[in-house]
């Protein structure tokens, strides 16, 4: 790399990646705390994105809403939903974002090396710059508001990600899944509904949605990735010149805490929405759950996805089979 670009960032790891045809980087920009993970190769179809980890410390879905609106404007593109015109406009082959249990990501791709360049810029200004500070009614679009149609009629609450979590919490499936992770790590982030529990979305103020962006949304909180056939070195200097450079590193704590193991097992009930012309009886879901290691051992994860295929998901898998053939499923 030119020495211009040692000057202004950490190489951490330089490593080739032969099953992929690639040269992986890890860098770290030493004025932000940014880092930069990079794979350089001959792809022509680029790929970016901007990650933060953003550790949830209730249910009021703070990061999904968070994640909504600041696509809703931003410094330099402050048309009200720049990411709907990138949708109309732009030439990309994968345009999103992401709220998890304990990261939100933004990622984009293109093959047009100048569209390429666009979405960096419009993700990288929503990501650092957006408009929530100046406009509160995006809070509450996006978020959740009160809602009075008539005079004498009912007050309301309505609001994007209120209604999206409304539908989300209405499937048997997807309550099950959020309480297995709530319950397997109820001392950690894990044990808060990132993406928002419709109970809980109105207990979340306009002031702490801003200081949740505040803390987390910060250059020294954020991975940044770079994928395919491009001018590397030009990528990166532009990032310093346009957004890095901008920003000191800052003592911030976003680590995820390890659950303590119970001392005992745990035995949970939870009731669960249906339809109203379905029958209460044979609609029972029952889920045994337990914590082996983390995720971040790969072999281990590997072999506990080899297993599960061969126990419960190939054709004439035996657990599967023997729990179809006791009428349990």
């Not at 994968?94 to 939100?104: I, S, V």
């Not at 890095?244 to 805490?257: A, E, G, N």
């Not at 996805?305 to 006791?326: Q, R, T, V, W």
Request: overall charge negative; charged content about 25%; aromatic content about 12%.
């Amino acid at each position: 790399m030119k020495p211009e670009i040692l000057n202004v960032y950490e190489v951490i790891q330089k490593k080739q990646l032969t099953d992929i045809h690639a040269e992986g980087y890890l860098l770290r920009h030493k004025k932000s705390g940014a880092r930069i993970a990079i794979v350089s190769n001959d792809d022509e179809n680029k790929v970016f994105y901007i990650g933060f980890r953003t550790p949830p410390a209730d249910s009021t879905g703070v990061a999904h809403i968070v994640e909504h609106t600041v696509l809703c404007g931003s410094d330099r593109f402050p048309a009200k939903d720049p990411f709907v015109e990138l949708v109309k406009g732009s030439l990309n082959t994968f345009l999103n974002a992401m709220t998890y249990p304990d990261k939100t990501v933004y990622p984009v791709a293109s093959c047009n090396d100048k569209d390429f360049q666009n979405l960096m810029n419009v993700y990288m200004d929503a990501a650092l710059h957006p408009n929530i500070y100046k406009k509160e009614e995006i809070f509450k679009q996006e978020g959740w508001h009160y809602e009075l149609k008539e005079a004498d009629g009912p007050i309301t609450l309505n609001g994007v990600v209120y209604n999206e979590m409304k539908g989300a919490f209405s499937s048997p499936e997807g309550v099950l899944e959020r309480e297995i992770l709530n319950s397997l790590f109820p001392d950690t982030a894990y044990g808060n509904e990132s993406g928002g529990d419709p109970n809980c979305i109105p207990d979340l103020t306009y002031e702490d949605f801003l200081n949740f962006h505040r803390r987390y949304y910060h250059p020294c909180n954020s991975y940044i990735y770079l994928y395919g056939d491009m001018d590397i070195e030009e990528k990166l200097m532009w990032l310093d010149a346009e957004y890095l450079s901008h920003y000191d590193v800052i003592d911030l704590d976003s680590h995820i805490k390890m659950q303590k193991p119970f001392e005992q097992i745990r035995k949970i009930y939870k009731k669960y929405p249906i339809a109203s012309n379905e029958p209460m009886e044979d609609n029972t879901y029952l889920s045994y759950n337990m914590v082996i290691d983390t995720a971040l051992d790969k072999k281990l994860y590997q072999a506990f996805e080899i297993l599960d295929y061969a126990l419960l998901s190939a054709p004439g898998a035996p657990l599967k089979k023997a729990l179809i053939d006791a009428f349990l499923s």
